[in-house]
């Protein structure tokens, strides 16, 4: 009994030491020594996996260390997610969250599922901020809000959405339940997915990007109907397409793409990775990116992004209240 007990005494030690020397491991002044990964949560061809790609060729020149742009798909980003807070070298694997993890998921039904919280990551900096669209398959001849509520009286919608907790299918619900339509939520796996799923006709509906839109726009199989902002936006061809705040609706916010470290990466991590991708968004390609994804950069640093995600806890939690 006295050796079995030794034996693990020398076990836990070992164990004790290990975990001692792989915490002190990283000399800081030459890190990052090997690859980085950047992990989206979201579909291959998104908005957020072109951003996170071309935003990491350039930040691994700078480095001079490969920064890997991988995508890890399910529920919305939450699958990711919940491996990212079990799993991850926090040293040298970083992910992108946004509104539906963070601020959504946690007030709807079966959250005490969820096996990870906004206060379990530190933001390090967004990528961007975009406005989203309602589109309509061209089959349900439907142009604006006002047609779609003719439509909705004869006619459960149809909505394709990239997960049905997170923020385009909040957006959707907020919608559609204010203008008093039954609907249907169909998960996809990407927004760009969710619209060319209306695009085919599969459903009546899609939340995506404002670019994800432009090439089904303009080939006629979707119309745009709303854009979730409190004004019109300027972009083409989307300058006319009315804002949701128009009809009175004022659960809107935009979608935004931020940067996560896990809590307790040490500060001069979060900082060298913060200083490289500001860096890169002054690239000339970066922002020419941009302009035609039709985004904003946007890095809501210094507290910014966690006021974000408060902000759209308060407009979910008023939704989900009235």
Same mark, same amino acid.
């Given at each position: 009994?006295?050796?079995?007990?030794?034996?693990?005494?020398l076990?836990?030690?070992?164990?004790?030491?290990?975990?001692?020397?792989n915490?002190?491991?990283?000399?800081y002044?030459?890190?990052?020594d090997?690859?980085?990964?950047?992990?989206?949560?979201?579909?291959?061809?998104?908005?957020a996996d072109?951003?996170?790609?071309?935003?990491?060729?350039?930040?691994?020149?700078s480095?001079?260390?490969?920064?890997?742009?991988?995508?890890?798909v399910?529920?919305?980003?939450?699958?990711?997610?919940?491996?990212y807070?079990?799993?991850?070298?926090?040293?040298?694997?970083?992910?992108l969250?946004?509104?539906g993890?963070?601020a959504?998921?946690?007030?709807?039904?079966?959250?005490?599922?969820l096996?990870?919280s906004y206060?379990d990551?530190v933001?390090?900096?967004?990528?961007?901020?975009?406005?989203?669209l309602l589109s309509?398959?061209k089959?349900?001849?439907?142009n604006?809000l006002?047609?779609?509520k =003719?439509y +909705?009286?004869?006619?459960?919608?149809? &909505?394709?959405?990239n997960?049905v /907790?997170?923020? $385009?299918? @909040?957006?959707?619900?907020?919608l559609?339940?204010?203008?008093?339509?039954?609907?249907?939520?169909i998960?996809y796996?990407?927004a760009n997915?969710?619209?060319?799923?209306?695009?085919?006709?599969?459903?009546?509906?899609?939340v995506s990007?404002?670019?994800?839109?432009?090439?089904?726009? =303009?080939? +006629?199989?979707?119309?745009?109907?709303? &854009?979730?902002?409190?004004k019109? /936006?300027d972009? $083409?061809? @989307?300058?006319?397409?009315?804002?949701v705040?128009?009809?009175?609706?004022?659960?809107?916010?935009?979608?935004t793409?931020c940067?996560?470290?896990?809590?307790g990466?040490?500060?001069r991590?979060?900082?060298?990775?913060?200083?490289e991708?500001?860096k890169?968004?002054?690239k000339k390609?970066?922002?020419?990116?941009?302009?035609?994804?039709?985004?904003?950069?946007?890095?809501?640093l210094?507290?910014?992004?966690?006021?974000?995600?408060?902000?759209?806890?308060n407009?979910?939690?008023?939704t989900?209240?009235?």
């Amino acid at each position: 009994m006295k050796r079995l007990f030794l034996l693990f005494c020398l076990l836990c030690l070992s164990f004790s030491v290990f975990s001692m020397g792989n915490s002190d491991s990283i000399d800081y002044s030459i890190w990052p020594d090997k690859e980085i990964t950047i992990i989206c949560p979201w579909a291959v061809g998104g908005v957020a996996d072109v951003v996170n790609r071309s935003l990491a060729s350039i930040v691994s020149s700078s480095l001079g260390v490969s920064v890997l742009a991988t995508n890890e798909v399910g529920a919305g980003g939450n699958v990711a997610l919940s491996n990212y807070v079990q799993n991850s070298n926090s040293s040298y694997e970083f992910i992108l969250g946004c509104e539906g993890p963070f601020a959504i998921s946690p007030l709807l039904e079966g959250s005490d599922a969820l096996l990870f919280s906004y206060s379990d990551y530190v933001p390090i900096i967004n990528f961007y901020s975009s406005i989203m669209l309602l589109s309509a398959s061209k089959n349900i001849n439907v142009n604006d809000l006002d047609d779609l509520k =003719e439509y +909705g009286k004869n006619h459960r919608l149809t &909505v394709a959405v990239n997960g049905v /907790t997170g923020a $385009e299918a @909040f957006l959707a619900r907020s919608l559609l339940e204010s203008l008093n339509l039954e609907y249907v939520l169909i998960n996809y796996n990407g927004a760009n997915l969710a619209l060319s799923a209306a695009a085919r006709g599969e459903t009546d509906l899609a939340v995506s990007h404002q670019s994800q839109a432009l090439s089904q726009v =303009e080939s +006629g199989s979707v119309v745009p109907i709303a &854009v979730f902002d409190n004004k019109r /936006t300027d972009n $083409e061809p @989307f300058e006319d397409v009315a804002s949701v705040a128009e009809y009175g609706i004022n659960a809107y916010y935009p979608n935004t793409c931020c940067l996560m470290a896990k809590k307790g990466t040490d500060e001069r991590i979060i900082e060298k990775i913060k200083s490289e991708y500001l860096k890169a968004f002054e690239k000339k390609e970066m922002k020419e990116l941009y302009d035609s994804l039709l985004i904003e950069m946007d890095p809501m640093l210094d507290g910014k992004y966690d006021e974000h995600i408060k902000s759209v806890s308060n407009i979910v939690r008023s939704t989900l209240d009235g």
